[in-house]
């Protein structure tokens, strides 16, 4: 009976001060010259420690990251079916790296360019139309790795106070996100008969890239979404103050 009422009033804390960082997360302060580098060092870190689940502050965790449902529309070349997925779980973060992080403190826009080698999404699937000019229909689970998964993330923050803190939210957000091969397998596809998946699949590995290019936009978007809503949920619980210092 103790713990539970220990814990809402240690989360009461953490809301009324609001949280700081991780001490295993490297600072970096608005006033050092080599901000930047210091950003983009602590970003690809930050990323990597968020594989396991973080002491003290109950922030996020993306070993793995789950998404309950996410829903990709049809193409208009190649893949004319929508792609309904649920029950996604995202993994791969440990090993990413970013060769580009920039926060533009008048702008309030935060860029990140960053390579995740191995981003693998374990999911439940449902499909019901054409690829090119096959039937491709089917309802089970699946994984699919995007190497190299190179992504180009841009986030434009708004502020706000609370408590007469300054903290910071996401407005708006860009993803490109580019791959250069797609692994991956659909349990039961087109209802089980598997000589014909087997063909489909078959078609399906040998334009993947052309597949995706067909449905990006709708890719970039759903995860756009979901890397805003973690990032907006840190955002939320550690003022402004605690993530950058101050000018
Ligand atoms: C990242 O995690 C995967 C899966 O747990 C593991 O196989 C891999 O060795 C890890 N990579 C690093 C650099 O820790």
């Known amino acids: ?4 009422l220990i814990s ?4 009461l804390v953490a809301v009324t001060f609001g949280a700081k960082l991780p001490s295993s997360f490297m600072k970096c302060n608005l006033k050092q010259t080599d901000f930047q580098q210091c950003l983009t060092k602590a970003v690809e870190d930050a990323i990597k ?20 449902g996410m829903t990709v529309a049809a193409g208009s070349q190649v893949l004319y079916t929508q792609q309904v997925f649920k ?9 990413t790296t970013c060769s580009k992080v ?34 491709i229909y089917g309802k089970g689970s699946g994984w699919a790795v995007f190497v190299d998964n190179h992504m180009q993330l841009t986030f434009k923050l ?6 007469g803190k300054k903290y910071y939210n996401v407005v708006k957000q860009e993803l490109k996100m580019l791959m250069t091969d797609v692994e991956f397998d659909l349990e039961n596809l087109l209802d089980g008969d598997e000589e014909a998946a087997d063909r489909v699949k078959k078609v399906m590995k040998d334009n993947i890239l ?5 449905v990006r936009s709708g890719y970039e978007e759903a995860f ?7 990032f907006d949920r840190l955002l939320g619980k550690v003022p402004a103050v605690f993530l950058f210092g101050e000018k």
């Not at 756009?224 to 973690?230: I, K, N, T």
């Open 102 to 135: 920039e926060f533009d403190t008048d702008e309030k826009i935060l860029k990140l360019d960053c390579i995740v080698p191995h981003f693998r999404v374990e999911f439940d699937y449902e499909v019901n139309g054409r690829l090119f000019l096959v039937s």
């Open 210 to 214: 052309e597949i995706y290019g067909d």
């Open 8 to 11: 809402t009033c240690l989360s």
């Open 1 to 4: 009976m103790k713990l539970p």
């Open 224 to 230: 756009g979404l979901v890397f805003a809503s973690v």
């Open 158 to 163: 708004g502020e706000y106070e609370k408590k």
């Open 87 to 95: 029950n996604m779980k995202v993994s791969g973060f440990n090993e």
């Open 49 to 68: 420690q968020m594989n396991r689940p973080l002491k003290g502050v109950n922030l996020l965790n993306l070993g793995p990251l789950e998404i309950p």
